[in-house]
Every structure is written in C-alpha cells, then in structure tokens.
C-alpha cells in the first residue's frame, strides 16, 4: 500500500521558518519526481515546487521561490520542504505527491502550517 | 502559466442524474487530469490522460475533450459522488489547478 505521511507542521510567527517532512512507502520513491501542493483554508490546490528523482533539477512557484527550498534523501526515502521568511499567505495545509509523467499519483495526508501572530 | 477555469463552480445534482463539469484552458493542453477531493480528505486521481480512469474509480465516469476544452461526466449521480473536483494540467510548468467545481447531492 502506497503512504506518503507529511510532518512538521504548526503555527509559526511571520518572517520565521519550517521544515517538513514526507516519508513515503508502499512504492520505489527514488523513482519518482516528488512535489509539494498546498490548499489554503477553503481553497482550490497550487503546485509549488517540484524536485526530479534524483534530484537533478528543482522547479518553484514564482509564490514561493526564492524563500522555500524542496530536497530529497532517497536513502531515507524522505521529501523535504524548507519554508523561510513565512507569510500570513502561506498558511495552508501542505501536501507532498508523486508524480507520474504529467500527474499526481499519489498523495500524502498534508500538514498544517498556519502563520500568525 | 496557463489558467484553468472551471465550470460550474458548484452543481447539485440528485441520484441518477448525469452531471457534467467542464474546464476550458487558456492555451492548448495535451491531456487533463482529474482528482476528486471529499471533505477533510486529501485529493485522488481521479481520471488521467483525459479519459481514463484512475483505479477503483467507477466506469459511470468518463472524460473527454482535447485542445483547451475538457469536461468530466457521470452518467449516473450516485450518492457517494458528492465531492469537489479539480481538473489540472502539466502541458507546460507550471502544473496548474481549477479552482474546483463543487458537485453536491440534491
């Protein structure tokens, strides 16, 4: 059975950081282009960053780039997100996903990263 | 980036009736994809490659469409098929979402 379980979640200040996490299972990670996908309280879902399986190329959302940074372990089967200078605008709950050519298999059960004073 | 737009933004529909959700591309798209998000619950793939059907999902479903126009249809409502749906495309990065069309039952 294909798991993605996301982690490192929480309510955060504005301008301070996060790192989370996605171990997967049930499926060969290190075959994979991995994502993250956030959905913002009530709202629709926006791609923000893409790593390649082996790492090799990384894409983000213009929202995003510059300030988060995807990564990957794939002896540790293990997806990263680091999140620097938050805003009130990021808050929303984070999915990571595997991709499959030009879709999302597979999904994780997303955590919840809320920034607020 | 190419926006998609959906429609209807919410439909309600009442048990074994058809449904049909479309999704217009502001540029050419070689395939749409659909996932179908319930309540609380994380998205699924739902239909990939524009028609086919992602496993488990029941064939009173089919999509269709090429260019900048696609639709998502179920023959029958059925009560389970209450969700929000989002159709998404990666012709080019990138990838993005519909806002989702909400399908409730009536």
């Known amino acids: 059975e294909v798991q993605l379980v996301e982690s490192g979640g929480g309510l955060v200040q504005p301008g301070s950081s996060l790192k989370l996490s996605c171990v997967a299972s049930?499926?060969?990670?290190?075959?994979?282009?991995m994502n993250w996908i956030r959905q913002a309280p009530k709202k629709g879902l926006e791609w923000i960053a893409l790593?390649?399986?082996?790492?090799?190329?990384?894409y983000y959302a213009d929202s995003v780039k510059g300030r988060f940074t995807i990564s990957r372990d794939n002896s540790k089967n293990t997806l990263y997100l680091e999140m620097n200078s938050l805003r009130s605008e990021d808050t929303a709950m984070y999915y990571c996903?595997?991709?499959?050519?030009?879709?999302?298999?597979?999904w994780g059960q997303g955590t919840l990263v809320t920034v607020s004073s | 980036e190419i926006v998609l737009t959906q429609s209807p933004t919410t439909i309600a529909a009442s048990p074994g009736e058809k449904v049909t959700i479309t999704c217009r591309a502001s540029?050419?798209?070689?395939?749409m994809y659909w996932y179908q998000q319930k309540s609380g619950a994380s998205p699924k793939l739902w239909i990939y490659?524009?028609?086919k059907l992602a496993s488990g999902v029941p064939n009173r479903f089919s999509g269709s469409g090429s260019g900048t126009s696609y639709s998502l249809t179920i023959n029958t409502m059925e009560t389970e098929d209450a969700a929000t749906y989002y159709c998404?495309?990666?012709?080019?990065?990138?990838?993005?979402f519909g806002a989702g069309t909400k399908l409730e039952l009536k």
């Open positions: 790593i390649y399986y082996d790492s090799s190329n990384k």
């Open positions: 540029s050419s798209v070689s395939y």
């Open positions: 490659d524009t028609s």
């Open positions: 998404q495309q990666w012709s080019s990065t990138p990838p993005t």
């Open positions: 996903a595997g991709s499959y050519r030009d879709w999302f298999a597979y």
């Open positions: 049930g499926f060969t990670f290190s075959n994979y282009g």
